[in-house]
């Protein structure tokens, strides 16, 4: 069901099974980093909401704020406190190319970690289920600007390089923790691999960049 739902929103990407089996000791860890991570999410689509972007992608980030108010809310329950605070919002990039890949990137990384989290949490589906929703919104939208000027294409193939050499370390920091030692290896692969591919499929990057990383 899950393939066939992916395949039916997320369109022309196939989602990857994931085949890493976590152990049970591993998901006090894996709900801390989405606690940290769905507050960053959320903080994202606020600061997204004050930029310049177009009136369809607006009305959809009031209800991914929403959403992503939602997932945090029911982390912050689960682990009995809320995340740090923050005094102003992240900064964003201002134009709105660079800002929807980068959204589509983070969204991208959610989404895996969200299915990994469903192998032990089969009762937070509908997590994964919002986040195939919001990776497929964002990567309409890529597709969208890629097919445009060839100015904005550059501007967001140029965003795309960035943010995927910043990725490895990512990972990093998210896989840091010595309950998921045993699967670090296999995790931050697993994940590179599937937005690398993600990120070529789209056009965002071709093989050879995604290969430099
Ligand atoms: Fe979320
Ligand atoms: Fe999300």
Redesign the pocket.
Known sequence: MWVRFAYHVVGMISELPISIRLSPECEAALLERFLK??AM?LWTVRSAQLQDVPSNVYTFLRKHEE??QK?LAQFESLIGRQPRERDRLPAVPRQWPVLAVQIYGYESL?LEF?RLLLTLRPDLAS?LE??LV?VGFFEREVRRLLCGSSDVAEQARASARAWWRRLPRTVERYVKAPVLDPFRQSLSTHILETIERRFVTTGLLNNKEALKG
Do not use: K, N, P, R
């Open positions: 991570a769905e999410a959403d992503e997932h959610g969200a997590i919002d986040e919001h």
